[in-house]
Protein backbone atom coordinates (compact mmCIF):
# COMPACT_ATOMS: atom_id res chain seq x y z
CA UNK A 1 0.00 0.00 0.00
CA UNK A 2 1.93 3.41 -0.84
CA UNK A 3 1.88 5.73 1.98
CA UNK A 4 3.20 9.42 1.12
CA UNK A 5 4.56 10.97 4.07
CA UNK A 6 5.72 15.02 4.25
CA UNK A 7 8.07 16.30 6.71
CA UNK A 8 8.25 18.86 8.65
CA UNK A 9 4.76 18.86 9.40
CA UNK A 10 4.91 22.46 10.31
CA UNK A 11 7.61 25.22 9.25
CA UNK A 12 8.06 28.97 10.16
CA UNK A 13 10.79 30.83 8.73
CA UNK A 14 11.69 34.22 8.41
CA UNK A 15 10.75 36.07 4.93
CA UNK A 16 13.56 35.99 2.70
CA UNK A 17 14.95 32.23 3.87
CA UNK A 18 15.45 29.12 1.15
CA UNK A 19 13.26 26.64 2.71
CA UNK A 20 13.09 22.80 1.62
CA UNK A 21 9.79 20.59 2.19
CA UNK A 22 10.04 16.56 2.24
CA UNK A 23 7.75 13.98 1.23
CA UNK A 24 8.68 10.23 1.07
CA UNK A 25 6.51 7.15 -0.35
CA UNK A 26 6.82 3.79 -0.06
CA UNK A 27 5.98 2.65 -2.97
CA UNK A 28 8.49 3.88 -6.40
CA UNK A 29 5.92 2.23 -9.13
CA UNK A 30 4.48 5.66 -9.68
CA UNK A 31 2.92 8.02 -12.62
CA UNK A 32 4.09 11.25 -11.86
CA UNK A 33 4.24 13.30 -8.55
CA UNK A 34 2.53 16.52 -7.79
CA UNK A 35 3.06 19.64 -5.22
CA UNK A 36 -0.05 21.43 -4.43
CA UNK A 37 -0.30 24.52 -2.05
CA UNK A 38 -3.54 24.64 -0.43
CA UNK A 39 -5.18 27.81 1.52
CA UNK A 40 -6.89 27.42 4.56
CA UNK A 41 -10.93 26.49 4.33
CA UNK A 42 -9.77 26.79 0.37
CA UNK A 43 -9.11 24.17 -3.01
CA UNK A 44 -6.03 23.17 -4.10
CA UNK A 45 -3.26 25.12 -6.46
CA UNK A 46 -1.35 22.90 -8.42
CA UNK A 47 2.33 23.90 -8.35
CA UNK A 48 4.42 21.91 -10.15
CA UNK A 49 4.26 18.06 -11.93
CA UNK A 50 7.22 15.46 -12.72
CA UNK A 51 6.93 12.54 -14.37
CA UNK A 52 8.27 9.69 -13.40
CA UNK A 53 10.78 9.78 -16.04
CA UNK A 54 12.14 13.09 -14.66
CA UNK A 55 14.53 14.44 -12.24
CA UNK A 56 12.95 18.13 -11.31
CA UNK A 57 10.58 21.00 -12.44
CA UNK A 58 11.05 24.38 -11.84
CA UNK A 59 8.54 27.31 -12.07
CA UNK A 60 9.89 30.52 -11.02
CA UNK A 61 10.91 30.22 -7.10
CA UNK A 62 10.00 26.96 -6.89
CA UNK A 63 12.36 23.53 -7.86
CA UNK A 64 11.18 20.16 -7.05
CA UNK A 65 13.17 17.49 -7.64
CA UNK A 66 12.13 13.50 -7.74
CA UNK A 67 14.09 10.52 -6.68
CA UNK A 68 12.02 7.48 -7.66
CA UNK A 69 14.57 4.80 -6.87
CA UNK A 70 14.53 6.26 -3.20
CA UNK A 71 11.22 7.11 -2.82
CA UNK A 72 11.84 10.68 -1.85
CA UNK A 73 10.34 14.01 -3.72
CA UNK A 74 11.87 17.38 -2.53
CA UNK A 75 10.08 21.18 -2.86
CA UNK A 76 12.95 24.11 -2.91
CA UNK A 77 11.31 27.47 -1.94
CA UNK A 78 13.82 30.16 -2.48
CA UNK A 79 13.48 33.59 -1.06
CA UNK A 80 10.15 32.80 1.08
CA UNK A 81 8.02 35.55 1.29
CA UNK A 82 4.52 36.08 3.59
CA UNK A 83 2.63 35.39 0.42
CA UNK A 84 4.38 31.68 0.40
CA UNK A 85 2.35 30.83 3.98
CA UNK A 86 0.16 28.20 3.36
CA UNK A 87 0.09 24.43 3.37
CA UNK A 88 1.83 22.59 0.57
CA UNK A 89 0.79 19.04 -0.10
CA UNK A 90 2.83 16.41 -2.59
CA UNK A 91 0.78 13.64 -3.81
CA UNK A 92 2.01 10.38 -5.94
CA UNK A 93 -0.05 9.30 -8.82
CA UNK A 94 -0.58 5.62 -9.63
CA UNK A 95 -1.22 4.47 -13.05
CA UNK A 96 -4.90 4.48 -12.58
CA UNK A 97 -4.94 8.42 -11.99
CA UNK A 98 -5.29 8.76 -8.18
CA UNK A 99 -3.64 10.34 -5.72
CA UNK A 100 -2.06 9.48 -2.93
CA UNK A 101 -1.51 12.60 -0.81
CA UNK A 102 1.05 13.24 2.35
CA UNK A 103 -0.46 15.00 5.09
CA UNK A 104 0.83 18.38 4.26
CA UNK A 105 3.25 20.98 5.69
CA UNK A 106 1.88 23.98 7.13
CA UNK A 107 4.20 26.90 6.21
CA UNK A 108 4.58 30.21 8.11
CA UNK A 109 6.88 32.78 6.39
CA UNK A 110 7.27 35.91 8.86
CA UNK A 111 7.39 39.46 7.80
CA UNK B 1 -6.19 26.86 -18.04
CA UNK B 2 -9.05 24.67 -17.79
CA UNK B 3 -11.10 24.83 -15.26
CA UNK B 4 -13.36 22.57 -12.93
CA UNK B 5 -15.78 24.05 -10.70
CA UNK B 6 -17.99 23.02 -7.90
CA UNK B 7 -21.51 23.81 -6.29
CA UNK B 8 -22.36 24.75 -3.57
CA UNK B 9 -19.41 25.94 -2.09
CA UNK B 10 -20.49 25.64 1.40
CA UNK B 11 -23.53 23.78 2.27
CA UNK B 12 -25.84 23.17 6.33
CA UNK B 13 -28.09 20.46 6.53
CA UNK B 14 -29.56 18.86 9.09
CA UNK B 15 -28.84 15.44 10.20
CA UNK B 16 -30.68 12.99 7.60
CA UNK B 17 -30.99 14.72 5.21
CA UNK B 18 -29.54 13.94 2.27
CA UNK B 19 -27.16 16.59 0.08
CA UNK B 20 -25.79 16.50 -3.52
CA UNK B 21 -22.71 17.90 -4.92
CA UNK B 22 -22.02 19.04 -7.91
CA UNK B 23 -18.53 18.86 -9.91
CA UNK B 24 -18.44 20.13 -13.58
CA UNK B 25 -15.56 20.71 -15.76
CA UNK B 26 -15.62 23.76 -17.51
CA UNK B 27 -14.30 23.89 -21.08
CA UNK B 28 -13.00 20.20 -21.25
CA UNK B 29 -14.74 16.95 -20.95
CA UNK B 30 -13.96 14.45 -18.03
CA UNK B 31 -14.54 10.59 -18.93
CA UNK B 32 -13.41 9.91 -15.15
CA UNK B 33 -13.39 12.36 -11.77
CA UNK B 34 -12.21 11.62 -8.64
CA UNK B 35 -13.84 12.70 -4.92
CA UNK B 36 -11.82 13.19 -1.87
CA UNK B 37 -12.72 14.20 1.53
CA UNK B 38 -10.74 16.25 3.79
CA UNK B 39 -11.37 16.46 7.63
CA UNK B 40 -10.01 19.30 9.72
CA UNK B 41 -6.11 19.58 9.59
CA UNK B 42 -5.81 16.16 7.99
CA UNK B 43 -4.71 15.71 4.02
CA UNK B 44 -7.07 14.74 1.42
CA UNK B 45 -8.34 10.79 1.15
CA UNK B 46 -9.88 9.52 -2.34
CA UNK B 47 -13.33 8.33 -1.83
CA UNK B 48 -14.44 7.27 -5.49
CA UNK B 49 -13.13 7.60 -9.01
CA UNK B 50 -16.60 8.81 -10.88
CA UNK B 51 -16.73 7.26 -14.63
CA UNK B 52 -19.05 8.69 -17.04
CA UNK B 53 -21.61 6.14 -18.37
CA UNK B 54 -20.79 3.32 -15.74
CA UNK B 55 -20.36 2.94 -12.37
CA UNK B 56 -18.66 4.14 -9.60
CA UNK B 57 -15.34 2.48 -7.97
CA UNK B 58 -14.77 3.06 -4.26
CA UNK B 59 -11.65 3.06 -1.91
CA UNK B 60 -11.82 0.25 1.03
CA UNK B 61 -13.87 1.75 3.66
CA UNK B 62 -15.98 4.66 1.45
CA UNK B 63 -19.87 3.52 1.63
CA UNK B 64 -21.40 3.17 -1.82
CA UNK B 65 -24.60 3.44 -0.25
CA UNK B 66 -24.10 6.48 1.55
CA UNK B 67 -21.96 8.12 -1.53
CA UNK B 68 -24.10 8.42 -4.53
CA UNK B 69 -22.08 9.29 -7.23
CA UNK B 70 -23.64 9.71 -9.94
CA UNK B 71 -21.29 11.08 -13.70
CA UNK B 72 -24.27 11.07 -16.30
CA UNK B 73 -22.24 13.42 -19.00
CA UNK B 74 -18.54 14.42 -20.22
CA UNK B 75 -18.76 17.33 -17.54
CA UNK B 76 -21.16 16.50 -14.39
CA UNK B 77 -20.52 14.50 -11.69
CA UNK B 78 -22.80 14.47 -8.36
CA UNK B 79 -21.70 13.32 -4.97
CA UNK B 80 -24.90 12.49 -2.75
CA UNK B 81 -24.25 12.41 0.67
CA UNK B 82 -27.49 10.05 1.98
CA UNK B 83 -28.60 10.45 5.34
CA UNK B 84 -25.85 12.74 6.41
CA UNK B 85 -24.77 12.81 10.14
CA UNK B 86 -22.25 15.11 12.01
CA UNK B 87 -19.39 12.90 11.37
CA UNK B 88 -19.76 13.66 7.62
CA UNK B 89 -19.03 17.38 7.81
CA UNK B 90 -15.88 17.79 5.96
CA UNK B 91 -14.38 19.26 3.00
CA UNK B 92 -15.28 17.44 -0.25
CA UNK B 93 -13.07 18.08 -3.25
CA UNK B 94 -13.60 16.77 -6.98
CA UNK B 95 -10.78 16.72 -9.26
CA UNK B 96 -10.80 15.97 -12.94
CA UNK B 97 -7.83 15.09 -15.44
CA UNK B 98 -6.64 17.42 -17.88
CA UNK B 99 -6.37 14.52 -20.53
CA UNK B 100 -8.64 11.86 -21.28
CA UNK B 101 -6.91 8.30 -19.49
CA UNK B 102 -7.13 9.84 -15.90
CA UNK B 103 -3.12 9.85 -15.86
CA UNK B 104 -1.39 12.89 -15.71
CA UNK B 105 -2.13 16.57 -14.29
CA UNK B 106 -5.46 17.14 -13.02
CA UNK B 107 -7.36 19.90 -11.71
CA UNK B 108 -9.11 20.65 -8.65
CA UNK B 109 -12.36 22.49 -7.64
CA UNK B 110 -12.80 24.68 -5.17
CA UNK B 111 -14.26 22.43 -2.64
CA UNK B 112 -17.25 22.19 -0.81
CA UNK B 113 -17.64 22.98 3.02
CA UNK B 114 -20.54 20.72 4.53
CA UNK B 115 -21.66 20.89 7.85
CA UNK B 116 -24.35 18.40 9.45
CA UNK B 117 -26.10 19.87 12.12
Known amino acids: KQEVTQIPAALSVPEGENLVLNCSFT??????LQWFRQDPGKGLTSLLL?????REQTSGRLNASLDKSSGRSTLYIAASQPGDSATYLC??????????FGQGTTLQVKP | GAVVSQHPSRVICKSGTSVKIECRSL??????MFWYRQFPKQSLMLMAT?????????EQGVEKDKFLINHASLTLSTLTVTSAHPEDSSFYIC?????????????FGPGTRLTVT
Open chain 2, 95 to 107: SAPARAGARGEQY
Open chain 1, 27 to 32: DSAIYN
Open chain 1, 50 to 54: IQSSQ
Open chain 1, 91 to 100: AVCRNTGKLI
Open chain 2, 27 to 32: DFQATT
Open chain 2, 50 to 58: SNEGSKATY
